[in-house]
């Protein structure tokens, strides 16, 4: 192999800029740290972008999916079916409020939850389906909603809202996919709840930080909706320490025992900069996209369409598989590549893979074509701080490592 200089390129930085560091000194200097106006004003221009009527902004996408199911009395022999090919927090949240796990394998060649397998998965104790939009690209929600429907005659809902949705809900763990379209919807809007996260390397970073959206047609009621979110986070507290500012306001009751996930205004100073950006950033990424793909495709690697007719990605994860290799091998590759300053990652170790999971009884024979994903599967740098001499680099790196095994 011959590199003529080795480079130092990280997985995936935050693009952080003056604007974000000036709005964050703002609102430090502003006196108003924690949740306040700015959180407030971030909400709003998320729900804007979505295009939804609220987005209710919590620390991170895991309270936001965990407060969801909360928000809809999924508990206790309850079950809530997700993919086993995801990262942790998208079961452990199903773990915390008591119901049971019930994971489907992918379909072959796919990242995706096998639709079929999840159709008969479903039971009287569904409550809910949580879809995972893996590297960006939103599940298909149309595919998605049709298996529901087909085992709809048995949904038993437990409480008011579960009647007023009339069938298992479906939540987007769409931790990957803000800004992603699929069928002329954006995400946010496809499924009935959606959950983002705003961690530090995601496309749109708050540092830690999420946000949850719901549709519109639902025949919810919004506003209630919203305070749900606002009580779960904040200890069930009848106001908001900003409204507690506000002469004489300082009295409040707590209505439920509850849970202490809000974002601050710091995050938010963050996260509005950052959105105002977004699309110059979506832009980048999909240059970066579009060079591996030309690049990779010469070198026999099969990558994951970001871009297509009827879907758009938000293009957070570069997912590429190498064909015939074992798990072993693609180990001894990221290895090597990290060797020649080019960090690489593994989107996902199954679930079952995991003590934890194992610990629940879930086993990886019983999830095949996960497990086939995975073992080949290397994620390269996807960022916006990337160069096309990075780009370049990335490829030949890749392309010289494989013809050494």
Known sequence: MVINKLRDIPFSPPDITDEEIA????????????????????????????????????????????????????????EVITTAYTYTATASVIHHVGAKIVLVDVAPNSYEMDYSKMEAAITERTKAIIAVDIAGLMCDYTAIF????????????NNTLQKLIGRPV???????????????????????????????????TTAEGGAVTWRNDLGLDDEWIYKQYMLLSLHGQSKDALAKTQKGSWEYD?????????????????GLVQLSRYEVLKAKRRKVIEMYDEGLSRIGVEVLSHFGVDYTSS??????????????????????????????????????????????????????NAYDMYQNEITLPLHTMLEDEDVVYIIKSMDNIIKEI
């Open 315 to 368: 293009g957070h994860l570069y997912l590429v598989r190498i064909p015939g290799i074992s798990e072993n091998m693609r180990n001894e590759i990221v290895i090597k590549m990290a060797e020649l300053g080019i960090s690489c990652n593994v989107h996902y170790k199954p679930l079952p893979m995991l003590n934890a999971y194992k610990d629940l009884g879930f086993d990886i024979k019983d999830f095949p």
């Open 146 to 157: 049709k298996a529901i429907e087909n085992k709809n005659q048995i949904y038993k809902a």
């Open 254 to 270: 707590v209505i439920m025992p509850a849970y202490k996930c809000n974002m601050t205004d710091i995050m938010a100073s963050i």
């Open 170 to 204: 479906v939540l987007a763990d769409s931790a990957h996919a803000f800004g992603a379209v699929r069928k002329g919807l954006n995400s946010g809007r496809a499924a009935d709840f959606t959950c983002f996260s705003f961690h530090a390397v995601k496309n749109l």
């Open 23 to 78: 709005e964050v000194v703002h609102t430090l200097k502003s006196g108003w740290i924690t949740t306040g106006p700015k959180t407030k004003e971030f909400e709003k221009r998320l729900a804007n972008y979505i295009g939804t009527s609220k987005a209710a902004c919590l620390n991170s996408a895991t309270a936001a999916m965990e407060m969801t199911l909360r928000v809809l009395g999924i508990g206790e022999g309850d």
